[in-house]
């Protein structure tokens, strides 16, 4: 009797188990971008989606006569996506899908890609990395980029891409004859456009040549400043999710902070949600320019 009964629980255990997963598995995040080539569409590019604990192929597309593609993932899970196309360098993205478990129904994710031509003579080895890492942000309740990993990210893309541009106006590459804007004038230092990031079902992963004379600003929550790294156990990780640290070097402190936005209202509205769980002294919004602690007052112009 008592070996039916541990059957009979093990069999419902397993039931309450799967439907959980079915469940997790029937919404999706879905996604529409248009690949490009400057002010080029792209055709015939391949985007192919992998699982990124298996490595296996979980879709493959193929972009139209305007360099659109659209295609589904399920949520729970981690994906790679790689666009390629003969004669142009790969570039490549990552997706984190999970989301709160009370999380229900489907998300959308809009996004342009710039691909360039291949020049032997140019080195792209930061290429193998993702050009930008995508998430659920738990605060506004959308798909969002990583915008820390984007900035340390561009700041070597963008010397790649200095590099490029001394290489096409020696006349190198595939398209050397297709007449290109003349950026040579521009300061590059890449950037997702402040437009762009409010809204996701516009976001871009904006790597283009164009838009690499911006620099991206982003405002975060502090919530403590210590002597000593906090543990990763301790109670400011059980109050709050995605915590990051940096260490200050003009204190020697370690300091942690929440939310990545592009824009200083949204970091407010954090900042006044925390309040009754941290400390005022404690709690205060900072900023970050291509990566690096700024003060406050430099981006004042971009609190508008």
């Given at each position: 009797m008592k070996k039916?009964?541990?059957?009979?629980?093990?069999?419902?255990?397993?039931?309450?188990?799967?439907?959980?997963?079915?469940?997790?598995?029937?919404?999706?995040?879905?996604?529409?971008?248009?690949?490009?080539?400057?002010?080029?569409?792209?055709?015939?590019?391949?985007?192919?989606?992998?699982?990124?604990?298996?490595?296996?192929?979980?879709?493959?597309?193929?972009?139209?006569?305007?360099?659109?593609?659209?295609?589904?993932?399920?949520?729970?899970?981690?994906?790679?996506?790689?666009?390629?196309?003969?004669?142009?360098?790969?570039?490549?993205?990552?997706?984190?899908?999970?989301?709160?478990?009370?999380?229900?129904?489907?998300?959308?994710?809009?996004?342009?890609?710039?691909?360039?031509?291949?020049?032997?003579?140019?080195?792209v080895s930061v290429l193998k990395h993702p050009i930008a890492k995508i998430f659920f942000n738990t605060f506004t309740k959308k798909f969002d980029y990583d915008y820390n990993y984007t900035a340390k990210i561009n700041e070597r893309v963008k010397e790649m891409y200095r590099k490029y541009f001394l290489l096409k106006k020696e006349g190198k590459g595939i398209q050397a004859k297709v007449s290109q804007p003349d950026t040579a004038a521009t300061p590059i230092a890449p950037r997702i456009p402040d437009t762009l990031v409010a809204d996701t079902s516009r976001m871009m992963v904006a790597d283009t040549a164009e838009k690499y004379h911006f620099s991206k600003i982003i405002f975060s929550v502090q919530v403590l400043a210590v002597t000593q790294p906090a543990s990763k156990n301790g109670k400011l990780f059980r109050q709050f999710?995605?915590?990051?640290?940096?260490?200050?070097?003009?204190?020697?402190?370690?300091?942690?902070?929440?939310?990545?936005?592009?824009?200083?209202?949204?970091?407010?509205?954090?900042l006044d949600s925390i309040r009754p769980q941290i400390p005022k002294a404690d709690a205060f919004i900072i900023v970050f320019k291509d990566g690096k602690r700024i003060p406050a007052r430099e981006a004042i112009e971009f609190r508008k």
């Open positions: 039916i009964f541990i059957l009979l629980f093990l069999f419902s255990f397993s039931k309450v188990f799967s439907q959980a997963q079915d469940s997790a598995q029937k919404f999706s995040l879905d996604l529409k971008g248009q690949i490009k080539f400057g002010k080029q569409n792209l055709d015939s590019t391949t985007v192919y989606v992998y699982d990124d604990t298996t490595s296996t192929i979980v879709t493959q597309i193929t972009s139209d006569v305007k360099g659109w593609v659209a295609f589904a993932i399920p949520l729970k899970r981690f994906f790679v996506v790689k666009f390629t196309k003969p004669g142009y360098v790969t570039k490549i993205i990552t997706i984190d899908t999970h989301v709160p478990k009370t999380s229900k129904g489907n998300y959308f994710f809009g996004f342009s890609i710039d691909l360039f031509e291949e020049i032997p003579e140019l080195d999710k995605n915590v990051k640290d940096y260490k200050d070097k003009s204190d020697n402190l370690y300091k942690y902070y929440i939310g990545e936005f592009s824009n200083y209202e949204d970091a407010k509205k954090m």
